[in-house]
């Protein structure tokens, strides 16, 4: 077991026995109620560590298969949003009993029914917010138009589009029948350059690489270009690589190439994943041997998963980084929680002369639910800065 999936383990464990203690306990039903109660939430959430265990496994029915991956991440998905509204309705309570007991005690049969319609109000908030958070999941991603203004562009580089996918997780919930209806919709943006910044997949080549083939449906008149995410990475990633330039994309590894649209001279740069050295020291994400050797160009464009390779790309003086991985937090409160571990979590961004773009992603990972940050596709569209 990973040090990983110790904490995330810990973490669920804690609070499941939250849970239990705070609202399946006080319920006013019979004991064996409250444990078979007690015990299906328990087997919920393991049965997402048993889908995280076999999601990359080969020869398990599929129908089995896709309903261990639904009952286990909307399991999760129900915990993390239960336990916000939980906290917020025990302060409530909490400051209600401070201020009635100065004028009157409050017997415990009333404190026991005030606390069981507290946690029916939490239920009533939670279940219609997981509602809406699965349909905004599904929905058809929200096309984001970006504007990378650059002083002294080329001219021939001038309207230059480039379309960013982000984050897809194919292979967890999402497949190739969802991918072929997005490649459609990036087709029809009529792209320039068109990238992939990771987490294309969750599985194996072997058990997900045909849900990829819709890829083949676009090439852009100066190439599809891709780097590898933290979960290439724990699905293969060797095998990836391959994989993705079978699909007719340039893989860029700690590398680069030059692209020409007109007397306009693009170079395209990637990186490992930020966290790639964890896996062997050849993968080491290094934004400088990226651009090592590069041939004269005007404009100069890094793709990197991970935000955080920002601070070593503006010291390569790379004009503009694409990235993803944060999801924008995909739902309450991830949303909020996610700025404590990401400096960069959406949208433009400006650091140290140079410009990063933080994509939401396209798809989804776990609970498939997405709140107030919808799945997107972004056109980044090059101009000049005027005098």
């Known amino acids: 077991m990973t040090y990983f999936s110790i904490v995330m383990t810990s973490v669920l464990f804690v609070l499941w026995a939250i849970v239990c203690w705070r609202m399946i306990v006080p319920l006013t039903v019979r004991r064996s109620t409250k444990i078979v109660l007690a015990v299906g939430l328990f087997i919920a959430l393991v049965i997402y560590y048993v889908t995280r265990a076999v999601v990359r496994e080969e020869g398990l029915p599929v129908e089995i298969h896709d309903t261990l991956r639904w ?40 404190r026991a029914f005030l606390h069981n319609a507290g946690n029916a109000v939490v239920m009533a908030a939670v279940l219609p917010t997981m509602s809406l958070s699965v349909k905004e999941a599904f929905a058809t991603p929200l096309v984001k138009q970006n504007v990378l203004r650059i002083a002294g562009l080329h001219s021939d580089l001038e309207g230059l589009r480039i379309v960013q996918i982000s984050d897809l997780h194919v292979g967890s919930i999402l497949d190739g029948k969802w991918l072929n209806a997005l490649m459609v919709q ?8 068109f990238v992939l910044t990771g987490d294309a997949i969750d599985g194996r080549v072997s058990r ?29 990633v060797e095998g990836w690589v391959e994989q993705l330039r079978a699909l007719n994309f340039t893989v860029l590894n700690n590398e680069h190439t030059l692209v020409r649209k007109g007397e306009g001279k693009l170079l395209m740069a990637g990186v ?39 601070f070593e790309a ?14 924008g937090g995909q739902y309450f409160p991830w949303t909020y929680a996610v700025h404590l571990f990401q400096p960069y979590v959406k949208g433009m961004h400006y650091v140290d002369g140079s410009m990063l773009y933080v994509s939401t992603g396209t798809g989804f990972w776990g609970p498939p639910m997405r709140l107030t940050v919808p799945p997107e596709v972004t056109v980044h569209t090059v101009t000049g800065i005027r005098a």
């Open 208 to 236: 997900v690489g045909k849900e990829l083939d819709a890829l083949l449906k676009f090439e852009a008149p100066l190439g599809n270009f891709f780097v590898t995410g933290n979960h290439e990475f724990y699905s293969g």
């Open 314 to 327: 503006s010291k390569a003086k790379f004009d503009i980084q694409l990235s993803g991985h944060t999801h």
């Open 272 to 310: 490992w994943d930020y966290h790639g050295e964890r896996f062997g020291e050849q993968y080491v994400s290094d934004p400088f041997a990226a651009k090592a050797g590069a041939p004269e160009h005007d404009l100069s464009i890094l793709l990197a998963h991970q935000p955080k390779s920002i």
């Open 71 to 110: 009952v286990g991440y909307l399991s999760l998905g129900f915990i993390s949003l239960t336990i916000p509204f939980l906290f917020v309705k025990e302060v409530v309570q909490l400051g209600g009993r401070i201020v009635t007991s100065k004028r009157r005690p409050v017997d415990g049969a009333r």
């Open 186 to 193: 990036v087709e029809a943006l009529r792209p320039d350059v």
